[in-house]
């Protein structure tokens, strides 16, 4: 009996079969943290609008009506009293006006250069939210891929210890073999039976945990392509170079020193006077109505017209609260500076050590290969001693467990450098377009 345990991929008809740029597809379609941070990017594209800049006038306009009813008591030089006198009154006025501030000291056009690069920032925070969203899909992808095969190596793992079982049993019948053997036989299906149900539990977490990432139902059950391809164009310097102009951490690094720069000019500018103008076209209307005997107890008076000013202001001393927080901000400026040495510095160790864990997981893998290839071999000679009968049920089933052994390890060793290589693509900020 051929005992194979390679399969490059399972289908099984009314399944899906997830590719992995189709899960990729999904993921950014669909991954909740994605979609929350593609909110914030726009939240702050919003802001880094001209809109919001404070370059644009302030247009303003107003209007009101009002309206009085007064009884009055009115007494008269003569020594007469009129005490029924009713006096009424409407109002109306409207305004149009504008304000711009011609100068602030440039605080307004370092306060606009910020506001974009917040949005920068933004726009790198989505990339790394995509990469750690990728990082987490491909490692998921890769387990159920890995337990997929190592389902169906314990599946062949089974029928080949039924069909010893069957073996035994006939030869027990007919007295070729002890009941031991027998027994033994069935102590190994039960073994392989639980091993399986175990890694069909696992299987199916495991979707489950996959689904919950491409922010689907959690219960759509689906088969993936367990193929995995290694990049050959990888080298340490080139990854190395990579990752200190793509790194996502560094490039935020480098934009935090920026933000604080235009913070240092912002409070620089409160130094400097403010000059604006605003103008204005109002309108009055004013009619007041008495039934005192008097003709010129009716009035009515409207005004209307435009006006203009210049204003400037200077505030001249603040009680030094420009001059801490000018002082404040240059600190910050050294405080980024800082910061950003030290993220290159980590990242350069982490690079290394990515770089070194790559390389480990590729000769594990190398001697993996070489492994099952000789118990493999080793296998095979064993089933026909054991159909021979030269050698024992125990000694076969040796050589059977050894098999199993090292494909899962192979099999654990392949995923394991595919991970390695996507740590290590990430760290060089080559992750999203990769080949997966």
Known sequence: MCFLFFILSLSVKGQELLVKQNAVGIALENNFDIKVSNNEKEAAKNSSNVLNSGFLPSVFASGGAGYQNNENEVEFQDGSIQDDIKTTSNSYNASLGVDYLIFDGFGRKYNYKRLQEMYNISEIRVRQVIENTLLDLLFSYYEVARLTQNKHNLEQSLSISKSQLLREQYGYQYGQKTQLDMLNSEVNVNIDSINLLTIQRELANAKRDLNV?????????????TTVTYAIDLTYDKMMTSAKLNNA????????????????????SSWVPNVGVNGAYNWNDNNTDSNLNNPFSMASQTSRGFNAGLNVSWNIFDGGATRTRVKNAKIAIDNSTI?????????ERNVANAWETYQNSLFVLSAEEKNVETNRRNFSRSEEQFKLGQIISVTFRLAQVNLLNAVTSYNQAKYTAKVAELRLLQLAGNLIGANY
Do not use: H, M, P
């Not at 990432?213 to 392509?225: A, M, P, W, Y």
């Not at 951490?249 to 620089?268: P, V």
């Not at 910061?339 to 990242?347: A, T």
């Open 249 to 268: 951490f560094l490039l935020q690094a480098e934009k935090n020193i920026t933000l604080s720069d235009y913070d240092l000019k912002i409070n620089k």
């Open 213 to 225: 990432i491409l922010g689907r139902e959690v219960n759509i059950d689906f088969e993936v392509d």
């Open 339 to 347: 910061e950003k040495q030290f993220v290159e510095k980590d990242l």
